[in-house]
């Protein structure tokens, strides 16, 4: 008799277990001074599901609060300020360190002390203006990761230099996003803030996540997708913050470090796809002020990255890519297949 039970019990909770739903839970909304969007599939009821999204948000803000440069509380705001500090909270040293790792491993292409040059720009203020030639020289001085030293959680900035982790915090966020997803048991999900992305598992449990590559050109469109699964995908684009001068010039929120002026090698965008959103956020960055031959000759530096590069015009763009991608075209779209 308690045999019988016991397997009537059993089966009905695997009964119970298997007709839930699979469901999938979205939000978006603004946060790190973007469209921030995090999706996944969960067999959790709503009320549980829009608990987990609300801290997702909450993460985002909490995190974003803290490397901010522009935000008078933030810890990265008082370094600038004061040039000296200790660093008490984890996320931010971890993210300063990974940011001096990256500054080395590009040769400086990706540069964490650039907020004096990038200010000129109005980049972060919004008042966009160019810059005279004497004033970036200037800038130069006081700008470099050279100027960045890390003692314990002691930050030293010299030459008055001031830290801009605008490159590379996005990535940071993300990837904490989805520690604290995987940590509440979800595996099948995608985090997109605003073109940093992170795919953990699959779409519905059943198929790669399809990620659309923009066009550099016109932002409503897309050039092709990539499918994907557990890794991060991130673009830098020229298209994502600029004004346009007078003379119609479109000047760009990616500065090359060596000229203190943006990015200028014919590059529109650099999509990075790698196994941490860090790594492929820093890169981006960094490959976007490389340009096509340096960039391909830079991944080689690293392990299990992929790039993309967009770069031509808008009736005619051209596409290049590393060797560990290939593609076909349906449909005049470009489908991307990564190799292992
Ligand atoms: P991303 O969209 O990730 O390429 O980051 C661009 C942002 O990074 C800019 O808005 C600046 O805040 C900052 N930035 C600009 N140029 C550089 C550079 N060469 N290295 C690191 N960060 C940069
Ligand atoms: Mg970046």
């Avoid at 001074?33 to 995090?38: R, S």
């Avoid at 810059?131 to 990761?145: F, N, R, V």
Wanted: aromatic content about 10%; proline content about 2%.
């Amino acid at each position: 008799m308690l045999i019988k039970k016991t397997i009537f019990a059993l089966l009905f909770i695997s009964f119970a277990l298997f007709s839930r739903d699979y469901k999938k839970y979205s939000k978006s909304e603004f946060a790190m001074g973007t469209n921030l969007a995090v999706t996944f599939f969960s067999y959790d009821g709503k009320k549980n599901a829009n608990k987990i999204l609300a801290e997702c948000f909450r993460l985002a803000g909490d995190l974003e609060k803290k490397v901010s440069c522009k935000n008078a509380t933030s810890t990265i705001y008082k370094l600038n300020s004061v040039k000296k500090g200790d660093v008490s909270d984890d996320f931010t040293l971890e993210l300063l360190k990974n940011s001096l790792y990256y500054a080395e491993l590009t040769d400086g292409l990706f540069d964490p002390a650039l907020y004096n040059v990038i200010e000129l720009w109005g980049f972060e203020s919004g008042e966009n203006k160019i810059p005279e030639i004497k004033e970036i020289l200037a800038a130069l001085k006081s700008s470099g990761y050279k100027n960045v030293a890390i003692d314990g959680k002691t930050i030293v900035l010299s030459n008055g230099a001031s830290l801009d982790l605008g490159g590379i915090a996005k990535g940071a966020i993300i990837g904490k996003i989805a520690e604290y997803l995987k940590s509440v048991g979800l595996k099948d999900f995608l985090i997109n803030g605003g073109g940093d992305i992170v795919v953990g598992g699959l779409y519905a449990g059943q198929r790669k996540w399809r990620i659309a590559i923009a066009n550099p050109f016109n932002q409503n469109e897309t050039v092709g997708m990539v499918e994907l699964t557990d890794c991060s995908v991130v673009t830098s684009g020229d298209y994502e913050r600029y004004f346009i001068s007078e003379d119609g010039i479109r000047y760009h929120h990616i500065i090359d470090p060596r000229t203190g002026t943006p990015a200028n090698n014919g590059v529109h965008s650099a999509t990075v796809i790698a196994d941490s959103p860090v790594k492929a956020d820093a890169l981006s960055t960094a490959l976007f002020v490389a340009g096509v031959k340096e960039g391909l000759e830079l991944i080689k530096k690293t392990t299990g990255v992929k790039t993309i590069f967009i770069s031509g015009n808008k009736e005619d763009f051209k596409l290049d890519y590393s060797d560990n991608i290939s593609h076909t075209i349906r449909d005049g779209k470009y489908y991307f297949e990564v190799k292992e």
